[in-house]
């Protein structure tokens, strides 16, 4: 059991990842930094991205959100120094961190290279190195990915993962449990004031009396647009008013949906915002909608659309896939991936019933206020003072009795 943090020795932290502006796990590290710099006990360095990935592996349009700010942390250090394209900005982040603890982001294969050479160095300088592992898997799969995605996991003293089927997985890969802990992915806010429903369909010209439905995030092939789709032609026969709301950038070719939209003779019932949405008018995509859909037909991390829901308090229908059905407190709406049938049974029932729409939307304010930063900088915190005195032979069970502890305050 780690000792109390009010009882440590400061140690330096430098956290390797990418802060906004930027997209990847911008927004997520943005939010850790802000609750590890309340840790009296740590000392935090970030190494950032100047220039975080080629084009060519972000097809879903902008690599920066053209609204966002950088934010500033009181007592944090941050540093502006990797390049994607640029090795020497590797090796000198590897020779210059001063983090006794590395705690590196790892989330896109295309950045293997990078951190390959950083976590090399720093295993050379012989730094502890603790890893947060988003995707366990690569969304889109492929042996290349998979082996780099190997190559890089091999680097890393002990591992964060956000979900109990995250942490399965890894040791399905081969990784000891023992070095893995699993710490929740907290509730993700945006910048600015949330609109009242009233103006948030007002901007987004919607009608008051609709009944809807949000899908947002990149358009990716795991996402189950196409099963949401054929699904929400069933709900639309139910419940004339429900409106489906499309929101992100298509990392793929749009067509196909757009002639399914027609086949299913839903144009009048889907409107798609098919472009990247900046983090200032989020609030009102969340604010509009009556609730938020999941239909993940594969996935193996947590969902930071999911983490938005929770923030806003939105009733949830997801599937049941990666960390998805921690997001929701009643399994009634936890169908399975890809059941056209369920999916649309689950979207009817909350669409039509009020009391099961409030009872979601009390269950996830009641899951937000488990998940705020401030304890999970707690946590994770106590994870690196276990590891940089020897001390973290089951991380674990560390991270359990953390959890445990922080109950029990």
């Known amino acids: 059991m780690p000792r109390r943090l009010d009882d440590a020795r400061p140690i330096e932290v430098t956290l390797i990842s990418t802060l906004p502006p930027h997209m990847g796990v911008a927004d997520y590290t943005a939010h850790l930094v802000g609750g590890l710099a309340q840790v009296p006990t740590i000392s935090l360095e970030v190494v950032d991205f100047a220039s975080l990935y080629p084009r060519w592996v972000y097809p879903g349009g902008t690599l920066r959100d053209p609204t966002a700010r950088r934010p500033q942390f009181p007592n944090v250090r941050i540093r502006t120094l990797l390049s994607w394209y640029n090795p020497l900005s590797w090796i000198f982040a590897g020779l210059t ?16 290279p990078v951190f390959l050479v950083i976590l090399g160095i720093a295993r050379l300088r012989r730094r502890k190195i603790v890893m947060t592992v988003h995707n366990v898997e690569p969304h889109e799969g492929g042996r290349l990915r998979r082996f780099l995605n190997k190559l890089v996991l091999g680097l890393a003293h002990v591992y964060v993962v956000h979900t109990t089927r995250s942490f399965d997985s890894l040791v399905r890969q081969g990784t000891n449990s023992e070095r893995i802990a699993i710490i929740p992915m907290g509730v993700l806010t945006s910048p600015g004031r949330t609109p009242s429903t009233g103006e948030a369909r007002r901007a987004l010209g919607v009608q008051d009396s609709a009944k809807v439905v949000l899908h947002f995030g990149n358009v990716r092939p795991y996402k189950g647009v196409s ?33 399914l939209i027609d086949e299913l003779r839903l144009t009048d019932a889907v409107q798609t915002q098919l472009e990247f949405v900046p983090a200032e008018q989020v609030a009102t995509l969340f604010a509009a909608a009556d609730l938020v859909v999941l239909p993940y037909t594969h996935f193996d991390a947590q969902s930071a659309v999911g983490a938005q829901a929770l923030h806003y308090g939105k009733a949830l229908v997801v599937s049941d896939v990666g960390g998805l059905p921690e997001l929701v407190a009643d399994s009634r709406f936890v169908v399975p991936p890809a059941d056209v049938a369920r999916l649309a049974e689950a979207l009817t ?61």
């Open 97 to 112: 961190l001063r983090g006794r603890v590395v705690h590196a982001q790892w989330w896109s294969y295309a950045l293997a």
């Open 349 to 409: 029932e909350v669409l039509m019933d009020d009391e099961v729409r409030q009872r979601l939307e009390d269950g996830a304010r009641q899951l937000a206020r488990e998940l705020q930063w401030d304890a999970i900088g707690e946590k994770t915190a106590a994870l690196y003072h276990a590891l940089a005195d020897g001390a973290a032979g089951n991380v674990q069970a560390a991270s359990l009795a953390e959890e445990r502890s922080s109950d029990q305050k």
């Open 227 to 259: 099963v949401l789709l054929r699904a929400f032609a069933k709900v639309r026969a139910r419940v004339p008013g429900a409106l489906l709301l499309i929101a992100g950038s298509p990392w793929e070719d749009w067509a196909p949906y757009e002639a």
